[in-house]
């Protein structure tokens, strides 16, 4: 091979290189890249994502208060039922015990 044909063979191997190397820079903006019109999209809907996420904490923040005032209202309400329990427990027991008297008093007359 003499300094001519190694010259070129050199060339088109550096021209192979350069040209492999531009096409795959290529590839990958191509693939990689977002659009400068997505850009604007992609903004609208991070901003809307982050409405979103906002809504979504207010809205678990009021149902986590919600929930509190309903249990604090159950438990009230159930403190109730067992004080008219009682209360109801109580009332018959004296129902009872004033039919008892009655019956004592009538056979005694």
Do not use: C, K
């Not at 550096?14 to 096409?23: D, H, P, R, Y």
């Not at 809307?48 to 904490?57: I, K, P, S, V, Y």
């Not at 209202?73 to 209360?87: D, K, P, S, W, Y």
Request: aromatic share 8%.
């Amino acid at each position: 091979m003499n300094r001519t044909e190694f010259i070129i063979v050199t060339a088109i191997i550096l021209m192979a290189a350069f040209a492999l190397g531009w096409f795959s820079h290529w590839i990958m903006h191509r693939f990689a890249r977002v659009p400068g019109g997505d850009m604007g999209e992609m903004d609208r809907l991070s901003t809307m994502l982050h409405d979103a996420e906002e809504t979504r904490d207010q809205a678990i923040i009021y149902l986590e208060q919600r929930e509190a005032e309903l249990m604090n209202q159950i438990a009230q309400t159930e403190a109730e039922l067992r004080a008219a329990m009682g209360g109801l427990r109580d009332a018959r027991h004296e129902a009872e015990e004033m039919r008892a008297y009655i019956e004592r008093m009538n056979a005694n007359s």
